[in-house]
């Protein structure tokens, strides 16, 4: 049974800062992985998708790596801004989604 | 220009009662989901459907049935609702049941049971 962790559960970090967001699955038997941010009272929005066959994909300052062998990946953003202030939620794929926990990032001005 | 949209966006209705919320992709996409997102933020798949077919059947009690028209619209029927079912429904879509493509949700549906 697949089961996702995502660590820090929340962060607080000045604007202008690089951070990462860490992503652990126990079943490396995924077709992808998929990043998403989910705003106050809205939906999930897509950020990166990254195929099981991947180690990384980028948008922008978003970076998101994938490590399938140790059922790992990490978001990277770069230079945060006040807008990225969201939870942030993975999802790897098997023959479903299996979400995590998420991690609350807030990022001051 | 929507790509996924769900009807109504809040819902409050009393114990006992029945209720429906609908979903809508207009990206072309072969499959369809329902999700459910507790008080704590947990999201939890619920249904997947595939072209009309259900592929994915989650332990969920049998007062939810989720029909699919056609391969653009899935909708979720809630018998008798409980309290416990108050929660924010998500539907989403993606190309294909494959597992390579990306998943698109909609906006939710915030169910309040008192």
């Known amino acids: 049974k697949q089961e996702v962790t995502q660590i820090p559960a929340a962060l607080s970090v000045p604007e202008g800062e690089n951070l990462v967001l860490n992503c652990s699955f126990t079943d490396s038997a995924i077709y992808n992985l998929q990043w998403f941010r989910q705003d106050p009272g809205k939906g999930l929005t897509s950020l990166l998708l990254?195929?099981?066959?991947?180690r990384e994909q980028t948008s922008g300052r978003l970076n998101a790596s994938l490590d399938k062998s140790s059922g790992r990946s990490t978001l990277y953003i770069a230079a945060s801004q006040p807008g990225d202030s969201a939870t942030y939620l993975c999802a790897p794929r098997g023959y479903k989604y299996i979400f995590g926990t998420g991690t609350r990032l807030k990022v001051l001005a | 220009d929507t790509a996924v949209s769900q009807t109504p966006k809040y819902l409050v209705t009393q114990m006992g009662n029945d209720k429906s919320i609908k979903c809508e992709q207009n990206?072309?996409?072969?499959?369809m989901y329902w999700y459910k997102q507790d008080s704590k933020k947990f999201l939890k798949i619920m249904f997947s459907?595939?072209?009309?077919?259900?592929?994915i059947n989650e332990t969920v009690p049998n007062r939810f049935s989720p029909k699919s028209p056609d391969k653009a619209h899935l909708n979720l029927h809630i018998n008798s609702l409980e309290l416990g079912d108050s929660a924010v429904y998500f539907c989403a879509s993606s190309q294909d049941s494959t597992g390579a493509g990306e998943q698109f949700f909609g906006p939710g549906t915030r169910l309040t049971v008192l």
């Open positions: 459907y595939n072209n009309k077919e259900l592929i």
């Open positions: 990254i195929q099981s066959s991947q």
């Open positions: 990206l072309g996409h072969d499959t």
